[in-house]
């Protein structure tokens, strides 16, 4: 039952991920594979408005195009809300309408954003007052990703991203991004990842079960110091995303050639991320990087996890 003061909407900002380190560990029996990430949140956001309703549907609107995408219970913001019904008890249903703008599968966790949304809300929207550990729990159950888009800020991942600890960071680093007009299937990225390794099995350190962050990463973070973080930026699913999309190689290119202190492709791309060392060099950055007709979006990290938004 609805409390009777609760609201008749809820409207919850989450925000995108850049994996600003991403070490992949070798494939086990059951075709997964453990990594270690350093995740921080950026200025990039989902917003999603609950709405009581009889039934659960999802609608879209924002800057995205949405095309295709799942409206029925695959849909994992659908999921989300189903979850907190089950948790809680609940008989009812909701309408959720997200404002997309995290690209659809660019390696941003926009549909984990989603989902985190929407565990938020409905939890205020019904007030089932589930509390933060019991949405975390039920964030675990839907990606690895939707526990670190419930917190934000910058936080170390491992197991399979969703084991979570959060770590220091000092100030506000500056990104820029270009979106892609096309999406990547993270599946297929680690599944060229494995053949990449296995066609040079000879020329690469063994590859550990349980991979760790790398201390330059850490040090950089707790240090707000961007040409540290530049050196340390690294992700082994980099090249096996360039090689599905060579074109992205490009985009790489230009913009480490227009003052980026480096480049990084975002989790499984194929957004990439342009780290910049101010305000100043990221927007020049940004300039170069729309001239050279790429769509662009700038943007600052770390910033807060899913949180309910005044209209």
Same mark, same amino acid.
């Given at each position: 039952?609805?409390?009777?003061?609760?609201?008749?909407?809820?409207?919850?900002?989450?925000?995108?991920?850049?994996?600003?380190?991403?070490?992949?560990?070798?494939?086990?029996?059951?075709?997964?594979?453990?990594?270690?990430?350093?995740?921080?949140?950026?200025?990039?956001?989902?917003?999603?408005?609950?709405?009581?309703?009889?039934?659960?549907?999802?609608?879209?609107?924002?800057?995205?195009?949405?095309?295709?995408?799942?409206?029925?219970?695959?849909?994992?913001?659908?999921?989300?809300?189903?979850?907190?019904?089950?948790?809680?008890?609940?008989?009812?249903?909701?309408?959720?309408?997200?404002?997309?703008?995290?690209?659809?599968?660019?390696?941003?966790?926009?549909?984990?954003?989603?989902?985190?949304?929407?565990?938020?809300?409905?939890?205020?929207?019904?007030?089932?007052?589930?509390?933060?550990?019991?949405?975390?729990?039920?964030?675990?159950?839907?990606?690895?990703?939707?526990?670190?888009?419930?917190?934000?800020?910058?936080?170390?991942?491992?197991?399979?991203?969703?084991?979570?600890?959060?770590?220091?960071?000092?100030?506000?680093?500056?990104?820029?991004?270009?979106?892609?007009?096309?999406?990547?299937?993270?599946?297929?990225?680690?599944?060229?990842?494995?053949?990449?390794?296995?066609?040079?099995?000879?020329?690469?350190?063994?590859?550990?079960?349980?991979?760790?962050?790398?201390?330059?990463?850490?040090?950089?973070?707790?240090?707000?110091?961007?040409?540290?973080?530049?050196?340390?930026?690294?992700?082994?699913?980099?090249?096996?995303?360039?090689? $599905?999309?060579?074109? @992205?190689?490009?985009? %790489? #290119?230009?913009?480490? &050639?227009?003052? !980026?202190?480096?480049?990084? /492709?975002?989790?499984?791309?194929?957004?990439?991320?342009? $780290?910049?060392?101010? @305000?100043?060099?990221? %927007? #020049?950055?940004?300039? &170069?990087?729309? !001239?050279?007709?790429?769509? /662009?979006?700038?943007?600052?990290?770390?910033?807060?996890?899913?949180?309910?938004?005044?209209?």
């Amino acid at each position: 039952m609805v409390m009777a003061d609760a609201p008749k909407s809820v409207r919850v900002r989450a925000p995108g991920k850049i994996n600003v380190f991403l070490k992949v560990g070798a494939v086990m029996d059951d075709g997964y594979h453990d990594l270690a990430t350093a995740y921080q949140a950026v200025s990039l956001y989902e917003d999603v408005r609950a709405t009581l309703s009889d039934d659960f549907t999802v609608s879209f609107s924002g800057s995205i195009d949405c095309t295709g995408l799942a409206v029925d219970d695959s849909n994992l913001a659908i999921r989300a809300a189903r979850l907190v019904a089950k948790k809680a008890g609940y008989r009812g249903g909701v309408h959720l309408d997200i404002e997309k703008n995290v690209p659809i599968a660019g390696g941003m966790g926009g549909g984990s954003a989603d989902a985190a949304a929407a565990l938020v809300a409905c939890d205020a929207l019904w007030g089932t007052e589930l509390g933060r550990e019991e949405l975390l729990g039920l964030a675990a159950k839907l990606g690895a990703d939707v526990p670190f888009a419930l917190t934000g800020g910058t936080a170390i991942g491992t197991g399979r991203g969703d084991q979570l600890s959060p770590a220091l960071a000092k100030g506000s680093f500056q990104w820029v991004l270009v979106l892609a007009d096309f999406g990547s299937s993270t599946p297929d990225v680690y599944h060229e990842l494995d053949l990449h390794r296995d066609r040079h099995v000879q020329d690469i350190f063994p590859i550990h079960t349980q991979p760790s962050v790398d201390t330059n990463v850490l040090q950089a973070l707790r240090s707000g110091d961007s040409h540290m973080l530049a050196e340390a930026l690294s992700n082994d699913l980099q090249a096996p995303a360039l090689h $599905l999309n060579p074109s @992205l190689t490009q985009v %790489l #290119e230009v913009g480490e &050639a227009n003052g !980026a202190l480096a480049g990084i /492709v975002s989790g499984s791309g194929p957004t990439m991320a342009f $780290l910049a060392a101010d @305000l100043d060099s990221a %927007l #020049e950055l940004q300039i &170069a990087l729309s !001239a050279a007709r790429y769509r /662009v979006v700038r943007v600052t990290g770390p910033v807060h996890g899913a949180r309910i938004i005044a209209d």
